[in-house]
């Protein structure tokens, strides 16, 4: 076990959980400001990501494809909020959760119908492929490592659009008194729709993003869903800092479970067993992790209410 | 608008109907749709005794579906392959009886069910939603890379275990064996809600400050609530296996989770017969639109979001014209 895997494996946990976090920034958005469970939401990752391979395959522009990703999950996400979503936001826990798990199968077979069963390829750029070398002799992918940039890039800009923009204020007051900022004039089922697209762009551009590394088939976007709940969940729901901390911590626990759970076993155990031991253990961890959490604080990390 | 009792009366008859006209047509698949919509609506059943009288909403109850097919797929796998399962301090034998794996499914799934309980009923709203449905991941990729049992790719079962008295390789006689338990899970429900201890868990969902104020626990309400309702599709769970002679991860699969709920809510929340009309219509649904186009997701999405939108109270809601209890 060397410093230069331990690393590797670091960096590739942070990629991950930046990825994360475009997903977990968008739901605990939505949650927090229209208090709504999009169980869609991957729906909208997958949007993106099919958007991004289309136009790739069209144009050959990678820029472009994420242009489209971007443009696409924001026009389906502002075609469901106005279509569906909006009539939900009064509506029980239950009916939330029942009428976007009809969207996930709408959209999800909607998909296959129009791009067929077999998975799509999005390749990555020339000038981002290949690997770079990093200080001490580590040798890295150099578009894992723009993924991390631009993740944290969003996060940032994020956090400057909440904290220090008029949108900004109008969403984190409606997130505590939307009555109170209807009666002071803003329109807020336009506010809504807005946070719903942004929400869904960023879901888009992630589904892109990754979509360059692992394949674009329907049903690419329930795993991350889930992971993203429980990034939300760990958090706190509403907070985009309690996001941004769980999709670290989620990334690294899932990423660093995965290759040194099993390792750890084979100090005390045979190595086929401590293989399967571990690697059982390591993809439950993420959930142990939100189990913990929420016993600990049912309401997680940064979160205010429940 | 017609009474909600001659809805069920209904309902139970059409279950019945259609397999005894299936038999004297001579269409065995019809009896096995038949007997699948009984299992599946045995399982939401069970649900729907946490989710309809209790409004917890748990989007983990897969854990006790895959539990009560695992108890069948392990216990008849060690009969089969004649190995008694070592646990180190005991052997246990496999068993190809039913009500030897019916007992171990229904105590293993209310004993993972009071362990998810004591766990999730400390969060309420979205983390209750969120932690059950963490559970139930958990479970998920356990069985997926637990390859002492076929793992991913599931385990397969070559003859249907036996219940005293019966041939269940005749479709008919297992249909009637599914049919019963259904019954029996929908008289217990039934019982359940008139009870006192079924009042007090519905005054808990609507009001758990007054319950409290009148000296009972809506926490220990819930969690026995929780724990029937686990067992109840843990039963389920070790028929519906049964039925397929297999069991594979995606018992455990929190999409399966989503569709116990969607069959109570086509059916109609807190009704005695909703999930039993949702299951019916579900594997119609399934069958009919399956059969035109392999996309039927989809029109099951637009039904699904049609109910959800326009017919609060399900099926039993539109025909009884009274919206159900609100969850």
């Known amino acids: 076990m060397s410093a230069i895997l331990i690393i590797e494996q670091v960096l ?3 990629q991950f959980g930046v990825m994360l976090f475009l997903m977990a920034a968008g739901l ?3 949650f927090g400001v229209m208090g709504l469970i999009n169980l869609a939401h991957g729906s909208l990752y997958m949007v993106g990501a099919f958007a991004a391979a289309a136009v790739a395959g069209a144009t050959g522009s990678f820029v472009l494809a994420l242009i489209a990703a971007l443009a696409a ?10 279509v569906v979503i909006r009539r939900l936001y009064r509506a029980a826990h239950l009916d939330q959760v029942l009428a976007t798990f009809a969207l996930i199968l709408i959209f999800s077979e909607g998909t296959r119908w129009v791009f067929g069963s077999f998975p799509l390829f999005l390749d990555i750029p020339d000038y981002l492929s290949g690997p770079i070398a990093l200080p001490g002799g580590i040798e890295y992918p150099l578009y894992r490592l723009a993924l991390i940039g631009a993740g944290v890039l969003v996060a940032v800009e994020l956090w400057w659009l909440t904290s220090r923009t008029r949108i900004g204020i109008q969403i984190r007051a409606g997130e505590n008194d939307r009555e109170m900022i209807a009666a002071l004039g803003v329109d807020i089922s336009r506010l809504y729709t807005l946070v719903f697209a942004m929400g869904a762009a960023l879901a888009g551009l992630a589904g892109a993003l990754v979509g360059a590394i692992q394949s674009v ?6 795993p991350v869903l889930i992971l993203a709940f429980v990034v939300i969940v760990i958090g706190g729901i509403g907070s985009i800092k309690g996001a941004f901390i769980g999709s670290l911590l989620v990334g690294l626990t899932d990423t660093l479970g995965g290759v040194f759970l099993p390792e750890l076993f084979k100090v005390f155990m045979d190595v086929g067993a401590a293989t399967q031991t571990g690697s059982a253990l390591a993809s439950m961890a993420v959930y142990i992790l939100m189990s913990v959490v929420l016993i600990w604080r049912p309401t997680g990390l940064f979160g205010m209410r429940a | 608008m017609i009474g909600e009792r001659y809805i069920n009366g209904l309902v139970l008859a059409g279950f019945l109907a259609v397999p005894i006209w299936a038999l004297a047509m001579d269409e065995p698949f019809t009896i096995t749709l038949a007997t699948r919509a009984s299992v599946l609506a045995m399982a939401a059943v069970g649900l729907n005794i946490a989710l309809g009288i209790g409004g917890l909403v748990s989007l983990g109850h897969a854990v006790f579906f895959g539990l009560g097919g695992y108890a069948m797929g392990i216990l008849a796998h060690h009969a089969q392959t004649h190995a008694a399962l070592d646990l180190g301090f005991l052997a246990i034998e496999g068993s190809r009886s039913m009500p030897v794996i019916w007992i171990t499914a229904v105590t293993v799934s209310a004993l993972a069910a009071l362990l998810i309980g004591l766990l999730s009923l400390r969060t309420t709203g979205v983390y209750f939603i969120m932690i059950t449905l963490a559970f139930g991941q958990m479970f998920f990729f356990f069985s997926i890379s637990w390859s002492a049992y076929g793992g991913e790719d599931g385990l397969s079962i070559y003859v249907r275990n036996g219940f005293p008295g019966l041939d269940t390789l005749v479709p008919i006689q297992f ?14 429900h039934w019982r359940l809600r008139a009870s006192p201890f079924g009042m007090a868990l519905n005054a808990a969902r609507q009001v758990p400050r007054r319950v409290e104020t009148v000296g009972l626990n809506p926490m220990r309400l819930k969690l026995l609530a929780f724990v029937v309702s686990g067992a109840v599709t843990g039963l389920a769970g070790a028929l519906f296996a049964d039925l397929n002679r297999f069991v594979s991860p995606t018992m455990f699969s ?5 569709e116990l709920i969607v069959l109570i809510i086509i059916g109609g929340v807190g009704r005695l017969m909703g999930p039993v009309i949702g299951a019916a219509l579900f594997v119609a649904l399934e069958h009919f639109l399956g059969g035109l186009t392999d996309f039927w997701h989809v029109w099951l999405g637009a039904i699904l979001l049609l109910i959800v939108l326009f017919a609060r109270g399900g ?9 159900g209890p609100r969850v």
């Open chain 1, 12 to 14: 590739n946990g942070l």
């Open chain 1, 28 to 30: 605990t958005l939505i």
């Open chain 1, 73 to 82: 999950a924001a026009c389906a996400g502002t075609i469901v909020e106005i």
């Open chain 1, 217 to 222: 088939q329907v049903g690419m976007g329930e």
């Open chain 2, 175 to 188: 249909f009637g064996l599914c049919f019963t338990a259904l019954c029996a899970a929908l008289l217990l």
């Open chain 2, 254 to 258: 929190w999409q399966l989770s989503g």
């Open chain 2, 315 to 323: 099926l039993i809601g539109i025909l009884t014209g009274k919206d």
